[in-house]
């Protein structure tokens, strides 16, 4: 097990405090209030003072994110990101904070989150967004109607075109997100689902029908990382950074050069070669999962199979806790909860994982011990970027 971060001639970083807030359907709070229930939730959950804190991650809230988050926390940080990559920002600020406390920028860093998404909606004070602007690069495509959904519609029928992916493939990445989810009490959907379900839903965007796509909760999660001279102090038994990677690839589609390739392709690679670790070598993954494509082409950009392989790979329940290599186990953004950017979620995931902190949907290795090694790998925009983040209990 490598116990080097990111193979660093500097501090060691760990992982010390995770939460999650109040998830699902939120209607009381405000996404200002769900960062601040997470924070303290993290903070608590280290066992650290939060005066070490000088630190903080922050986007997506606010005219000056991080400086409104910071000022509502109480705040007052010397380093801070507000690196904005869609679903991917969280493992890239996650491996900007890791730089940050090896190099001595940093002593404890802060990542936080909070959205009410579905409140808002349900209330009227916001609508369902088609697209993410007119401006610049896009305004060549948002006249025509190509919503996001679409062009994740239109990656995974390329797919399914060179390599002969099927619907059914593709649905079973839905039905074992919700076979995981049925395990964890804090997901929003946890009723089993068929293939047939799958297949028979009403149509979003052609192939994804409605279980193809993510739900749309409220909630909000934070991360602590602090340097290794902190870890003595903590509630917890640290997990390492041990490699990240991150990559942007493009905006318009027009400029994508392979719809079956993910930016993963380079993030996962430079991830894994940092951490010295190989994708066989990991016990389990958290990989964002807008749609059902994105698990399984990230599941092959990452290398847990070859390309072209990820429709036969994600067969057999290979993607349930008990499976061949267990992906989101707490139910991902298809069934678990998914309030806007979630790849924060999925290092909180993965580190509940390696404490073994998951009960009922606990991850175990051949011999019955924890889990060693696990990979967080978020996506941005239409596979626009990719943040990759390898983590380990050693």
């Known amino acids: 097990m490598p116990t080097t971060s990111r193979n660093r001639t ?6 010390v405090g995770i939460s999650l807030s109040d ?3 939120v209607d009381g ?20 003072d939060r005066a070490l804190i000088d630190g903080l991650g922050s986007a997506g809230l606010g005219t000056l994110a991080p400086v409104e988050v910071a000022e509502y926390l109480g705040l007052r940080p ?8 869609g679903g991917a920002t969280w493992e890239v600020m996650a491996a900007h904070a890791a730089d940050a406390i090896a190099a001595g920028h940093a002593n404890a860093v802060l990542l936080v989150y909070g959205s009410t998404a579905r409140a808002d909606i349900k209330a009227g004070r916001r609508t369902s967004n088609l697209s993410f602007g007119a401006r610049g690069p896009l305004q060549f495509e948002v006249p025509y109607g190509h919503t996001l959904v679409a062009k994740y519609a239109m990656a995974a029928r390329r797919h399914m075109h060179a390599y002969g992916t099927t619907l059914e493939q593709l649905a079973e990445v839905a039905v074992q997100a919700r076979a995981n989810a049925a395990h964890n009490p804090e997901a929003m959907f946890r009723d089993p689902v068929t293939v047939d379900d799958v297949l028979g839903g009403p149509m979003i965007a052609d192939p994804f029908t409605k279980l193809h796509c993510c739900i749309r909760s409220d909630g909000g999660s934070a991360v602590l990382l602090a340097a290794e001279e902190y870890v003595p102090d903590t509630a917890k038994a640290p997990v390492w950074i041990l490699g990240t990677g991150e990559h942007v690839s493009h905006t318009t589609m027009s400029e994508w050069e392979d719809f079956t390739v993910s930016p993963a392709a380079v993030s996962g690679r430079l991830a894994f070669e940092r951490a010295g670790v190989r994708p066989a070598d990991v016990d389990l993954a958290e990989i964002y999962d807008a749609f059902t494509y994105m698990t ?14 990820g429709g036969a790979f994600v067969e057999k329940g290979r993607l349930t806790v008990g499976g061949g290599l267990p992906v989101n186990t707490d139910g991902g953004g298809l ?22 902190e998951a009960p009922g949907a606990q991850v175990r290795r051949a011999d019955g011990s924890l889990p060693e090694l696990a990979v967080a790998s978020g996506t941005g925009g239409w596979f626009c970027s990719s943040g990759t983040v390898v983590l380990g209990r050693g």
């Open 10 to 15: 500097g501090r060691r970083v760990a992982v």
């Open 23 to 25: 998830c699902g359907r």
């Open 296 to 309: 399984l082409v990230t599941l092959e950009d990452l290398g847990f199979c070859a390309k072209g392989e």
């Open 335 to 356: 069934s678990a909860c998914h309030p806007g950017m979630r790849g924060l979620f999925l290092l909180v995931e993965a580190v509940r994982q390696l404490r073994g």
């Open 29 to 48: 709070a405000t996404p200002y209030s769900l960062h601040a229930q997470a924070a303290r939730r993290a903070l608590a959950d280290s066992g650290l």
């Open 78 to 85: 010397r380093w801070v990101d507000s690196t904005s990559v």
